[in-house]
């Protein structure tokens, strides 16, 4: 799994109004996973028919450790990123297009899903 810090945009361009939904959305991880921090990297197993695939197992590093673990369904995608600006003192900009591609891929993957709002 590619992180926040690590990985350029692989897909097609997204637009602006995509993008500011993303940010303002809340996100929740997926209920059927099992997820353990191991050596300062959280591995997140699906479980698939009550037993864990072991052939889709992903590996998250410090940053996206940090985002995962903002994944309870009260922190918007914003949030997010600037949390990552904070806590790695990078650029906010470039801290909110590279969870914008985090949480696609984390999406893409069905490891999270969006919070409708109230």
Do not use: C
């Not at 993303?22 to 059927?32: F, G, N, W």
């Not at 673990?69 to 806590?87: I, N």
């Not at 003192?89 to 069905?110: C, I, K, M, N």
């Amino acid at each position: 799994m590619t992180t926040p810090s690590d990985s350029p945009s692989a897909g097609a361009p997204r637009g602006s109004t995509d993008n500011e939904e993303l940010l303002a959305a809340r996100y929740t991880a997926s209920a059927d996973l099992v997820t353990r921090k191991v050596a300062g990297e959280t591995l997140i197993v699906p479980i698939r028919g009550q037993v864990g695939d072991l052939e889709a197992i992903f590996t998250l590093n410090e940053v996206g450790s940090l985002i995962w673990s903002l994944l309870d369904g009260r922190h918007t995608g914003a949030e997010m990123a600037a949390a990552v600006a904070d806590e790695y003192d990078v650029d906010p900009a470039a801290a909110r297009a590279d969870t914008l591609e985090f949480l696609r891929g984390l999406a893409e993957a069905g490891l999270i899903r969006p919070i409708e709002s109230e």
